[in-house]
C-alpha cells in the first residue's frame, strides 16, 4: 500500500510565509514526479507547482515568483514553500506523487488528503 502524508497547513496572515510537507510511504518501486495541487471552494483543483525526479519544475502563472518546490535527495518527499501569500491562495493543498508501487507495471497517481491553507486579510 502506498500512503501520502501531507503537513504544514493552517491560518496566515496576507504577506506572510508557509510551508507544506509531503511524505510517501509504502510499497513504492520508482516515483516519477511529484506535486502540489489546490482546491478552493467552487473551483476546479488545479496544479500549483510540481517537480520530476530530474528536477525540472513547473508553476501556475498566479504563484510564480512567490512559491518554491522542491524534493528530497530520497525522491519521495516534496516540500512546497510558499511566500507573500495572497488571500486567493486559500484553498484545500493536496500532495500528488506519480509513481509505480512495487509489483505493478504501470505508474499511478496518488493523492494525500489535503491539508488546508487560509490566508486572512
Known amino acids: 500500500q502506498v500512503q501520502l502524508v501531507e503537513s504544514g497547513g493552517g491560518l496566515v496572515r496576507a504577506g506572510g510565509s508557509q510551508r507544506l510537507s509531503c511524505t510517501a510511504s509504502?510499497?513504492?518501486?520508482?516515483?516519477?514526479?511529484m506535486a502540489w495541487y489546490r482546491q478552493a471552494p467552487g473551483t476546479q483543483r488545479e496544479l500549483v507547482a510540481s517537480?520530476?525526479?530530474?528536477?525540472?519544475?513547473t508553476y501556475a502563472d498566479s504563484v510564480k515568483g512567490r512559491f518554491t518546490i522542491s524534493r528530497g535527495n530520497a525522491k519521495k518527499t516534496v516540500n512546497l514553500q510558499m511566500n507573500s501569500l495572497k488571500p486567493e491562495d486559500t484553498a484545500v493543498y493536496y500532495c500528488?506523487?506519480?509513481?509505480?508501487?512495487?509489483?505493478?507495471?504501470?505508474?499511478?497517481?496518488?493523492w494525500g488528503q489535503g491539508t488546508q491553507v487560509t490566508v486572512s486579510s
Open positions: 500528488n506523487a506519480n509513481l509505480r508501487s512495487i509489483g505493478s507495471p504501470t505508474f499511478y497517481n496518488y
Open positions: 509504502g510499497s513504492i518501486f520508482t516515483v516519477n514526479s
Open positions: 517537480i520530476t525526479s530530474s528536477g525540472t519544475t
